[in-house]
C-alpha cells in the first residue's frame, strides 16, 4: 500500500509539473505579433446579422444601440436583433426606439443564453433576407467600430469561427473588476493570441463571436448549457474546424463589481465548464491521441475549466508541501521534482501578469491591482470545488448590469 501511494504522488507530480510546462510554453508565443498582421484586407462584401442577447437589460443596452447603429461599416451590410429573453422590463421598447428588431422570446422551461440564442438563429433562418455571418453581443457590451470590417477580413479569408478581443468595461469599479480585467489582459495575449501563433484552435469567450451563417445551419446551434460558448468551441475542434482571433476588434464588457455576485457567475461557468468536460474530453482527448494531434489534446485542456485551475491549485499543493512543510523530509518521493523547479514555475507563472500589463501599456494604477489578484485567482479554488460537485443544478442565474457606460466615460 505504502509503495501504491508513493507511485501515485510521483505520477501526479511528473503530469502536473509537466503539463503546466507545456501551457506555459504555449503561452510564450503570445509575446510576437499576431498572424492577423500578415493577413490580407478586404472591402466590406460581407453581409452580417447582429444578435444581442438581453434579459432585463433596460440599463444599459441603450448606450450598446447606439454603438451598433453608428459601426464603421456600411449601414446596408448589417442588421442588429435583440433577442428580448423573458423581459418584464422596457428591454424591447428601447430596442425598437432605437430602431433595430425586438424579438421577444418568453419559456419559462428552456431558460439561458444557450437557449435564447437558439431561437433567435432559427427564427433569423426563415426570414427572407439571409446573412453572411451571424455576431453574437451581450446587451452590456460596447463595441470598437472597426468591429465589423475586422470579421469581413476573417471571413473573406477563410475563417469560419471568430471571437473577438474581450476587454473589461468598467476595470476601476473595484478590486473585483480589476482582477477581471487583469485576467482578461493575461487570456487575450498569452492565450488566445499564443494559440493563434501556434496555429491551434481559439476559444469561444461568450460574447464577441463571429459565426460563419452556413456552418451554424449546417452544424446547428445545439449549444445549451450553462457555458454555451465553451460547448460550440468543443464542437467545432472535433470537427477539425479551428476557431481564430481577431486581436484588432475590441469589444468591452461588464464585469460584476462585488465578490458575492463575482463569486456566483463564476460558479456557473464552472458548473457549465463540468457539464461540457463529461460530454466531451474523453471523445476530443481520444481522437487528440488517435491522431497525435497537439491541438486537440491542448483543446482539450484549455476548454475546461475545471481541468485547468486544479492543475493550477496542484501546483501550488505540491510546492507548499515541498517548503512550507516538513512532510518531504519524511516522504523523500514528494521531491521527485526538486525545489528549484516548483519555485521557479511559480515565480514564472505569476511574473506573466505584471509582464503583458507592461506590454499592453495599461496605466500605473492598474498595477495596485496586483495586490488583491492572488486573492481572486485563489477563490477560484473553492468556487472549481463547489460547481464540480454541484454541475447537475443547470439554473441559469441572471448576471445584473446597472453600469450605463458609454465610450467617452471609459478614460484610464
Not at 503570445?30 to 446579422?49: I, L, N, Q, R, V
Not at 467545432?236 to 468591452?252: E, F, L
Not at 528549484?340 to 507592461?358: K, S, T
Amino acid at each position: 500500500m505504502h509503495l501504491f501511494f508513493i507511485i501515485i504522488a510521483d505520477i501526479l507530480q511528473v503530469i502536473i509539473f509537466s503539463i503546466t510546462i507545456f501551457q506555459f510554453i504555449i503561452s510564450l508565443a503570445g509575446y510576437k505579433k499576431g498572424k492577423e498582421d500578415t493577413e490580407e484586407k478586404h472591402s466590406p462584401e460581407k453581409s452580417f446579422a447582429i444578435l444581442v442577447a438581453a434579459h432585463n437589460e433596460e440599463k444599459v443596452i441603450a448606450p450598446l444601440l447606439d454603438n451598433l447603429n453608428n459601426l464603421d461599416y456600411p449601414k446596408e451590410l448589417y442588421e442588429v436583433f435583440v433577442i428580448c429573453d423573458n423581459c418584464t422590463d422596457r428591454t424591447a421598447q428601447i430596442s425598437s426606439e432605437h430602431g433595430v428588431h425586438a424579438m421577444e422570446r418568453f419559456d419559462d422551461v428552456r431558460k439561458g443564453k444557450g437557449y435564447a440564442v437558439e431561437w433567435m438563429l432559427n427564427q433569423l433562418w426563415q426570414r427572407d433576407r439571409q446573412f453572411d455571418g451571424v455576431v453574437v453581443f451581450d446587451a452590456d457590451n460596447l463595441v470598437s467600430g472597426n468591429f465589423l470590417h475586422e470579421m469581413n477580413n476573417k471571413l473573406m479569408n477563410g475563417h469560419r469561427v471568430i471571437q473577438a478581443y474581450v476587454e473589461t468595461k468598467n476595470p476601476y469599479d473595484s478590486w473585483v473588476t480589476l482582477s477581471y480585467a487583469i485576467s482578461y489582459w493575461f487570456m487575450n495575449k498569452m492565450w488566445q493570441q499564443a494559440r493563434q501563433n501556434w496555429g491551434m484552435p481559439n476559444t469561444l469567450a461568450g460574447t464577441g463571436m463571429c459565426f460563419d451563417s452556413a456552418l451554424l445551419k449546417e452544424m446547428g446551434w445545439n449549444a445549451t448549457s450553462l457555458t454555451e460558448d465553451v460547448e460550440f468551441t468543443a464542437r467545432c475542434v472535433m470537427r477539425g474546424i479551428y476557431p481564430t482571433w481577431a486581436n484588432d476588434a475590441i469589444i468591452y464588457d461588464e464585469k460584476p463589481i462585488t465578490f458575492r455576485s463575482s463569486f456566483r457567475q463564476r460558479v456557473r461557468w464552472i458548473r457549465g465548464h463540468t457539464e461540457c468536460a463529461m460530454r466531451y474530453m474523453k471523445p476530443l482527448l481520444s481522437h487528440a491521441v488517435r491522431t497525435r494531434n497537439f491541438s486537440e489534446f491542448d483543446a482539450a485542456l484549455y476548454l475546461f475549466q475545471p481541468i485547468r485551475f486544479l492543475f493550477v491549485a496542484a501546483v501550488w499543493v505540491m510546492t507548499y508541501l515541498q517548503l512550507g512543510t516538513p512532510l518531504y523530509t519524511h516522504f523523500p518521493f514528494l521531491k521527485i521534482v526538486p525545489d528549484w523547479a516548483w519555485i521557479a514555475l511559480n515565480i514564472a507563472l505569476f511574473l506573466q501578469f505584471p509582464l503583458v500589463m507592461l506590454l499592453e501599456k495599461r496605466p500605473l494604477k492598474s498595477y495596485w491591482g496586483l495586490i488583491l489578484f492572488p486573492v481572486f485567482q485563489f477563490s477560484w479554488f473553492p468556487i472549481t470545488l463547489i460547481g464540480v460537485f454541484t454541475s447537475k443544478n443547470k439554473a441559469w442565474h441572471h448576471t445584473v448590469h446597472t453600469r450605463s457606460i458609454r465610450f467617452e466615460d471609459m478614460k484610464e
